[in-house]
T-cell receptor, first 113, second 118 residues
């Protein structure tokens, strides 16, 4: 019963470096999401994927790219990391139908120096 | 645009007390409202989802209500325990209807940090 698995759990980057955050779910969910959580700002949606093969921007997509590799996996890439991207990143998934709860991973804590 | 607000930001109560957490939203066309729990250093765990056709949902000592007309939802915790200490977040759909094949984008409140003291 792994649910939603995120890797890595922690990462420190230097400004300008690139990195990909990985997310995988084993619940056969159709929709997947990437959020960032910052103090005082709450959870904000970065990108989402309604179904395999589709992705779309959320509330704060600038500086990020995503790939829905297959039904299980949804990755988030920072091409050139900036200190403003220091945050905790959460991946979530849901069946994709009305009134289904979202299931979250434990997060990736990312610091950019 | 949906906005979700939770007051207070923090709450401290003695063990055994019954308590209510509040959540307000701006778009009354909301079709569901979700409550989550977040423990320190962890992700969110779904507690209850109330559909617009329902007025409340119950799970153990938790009871969540939804009043669309007033734009409010409450999470009632009975007989609180130290293990209930966590941050509780509510979230509603960003749009009045699901789009793009069923993907549901949520707007989250900033949460209420609950501390239950032994």
């Amino acid at each position: 019963n792994a649910g939603v698995t995120q890797t890595p759990k922690f990462q420190v980057l230097k400004t300008g470096q690139s990195m990909t955050l990985q997310c995988a779910q084993d619940m056969n969910h159709n929709s997947m999401y990437w959020y960032r959580q910052d103090p005082g700002m709450g959870l904000r949606l970065i990108y989402y994927s309604a179904s395999e093969g589709t992705t779309d921007k959320g509330e704060v997509p600038n500086g990020y790219n995503v790939s829905r590799l297959n039904k299980r996996e949804f990755s988030l890439r920072l091409e050139s990391a900036a200190p403003s991207q220091t945050s905790v990143y959460f991946c979530a998934s849901t069946l994709g139908q009305t009134n289904q709860p979202q299931h979250f991973g434990d997060g990736t804590r990312l610091s950019i120096l | 645009k949906q906005e979700v607000t939770q007051i207070p930001a923090a709450l401290s109560v003695p063990e055994g007390e019954n308590l209510v957490l509040n959540c307000s939203f701006t778009d009354s066309a909301i079709y569901n409202l979700q409550w989550f729990r977040q423990d320190p250093g962890k992700g969110l765990t779904s507690l209850l989802l109330i559909q617009s056709s329902q007025r409340e949902q119950t799970s153990g000592r938790l009871n969540a209500s939804l009043d669309k007309s007033s734009g409010r939802s409450t999470l009632y915790i009975a007989a609180s325990q130290p293990g209930d200490s966590a941050t509780y977040l509510c979230a509603g759909p960003r749009c009045a209807r699901i789009t793009q094949g069923g993907s549901e984008k949520l707007v989250f409140g900033k949460g209420t940090k609950l501390t239950v003291n032994p």
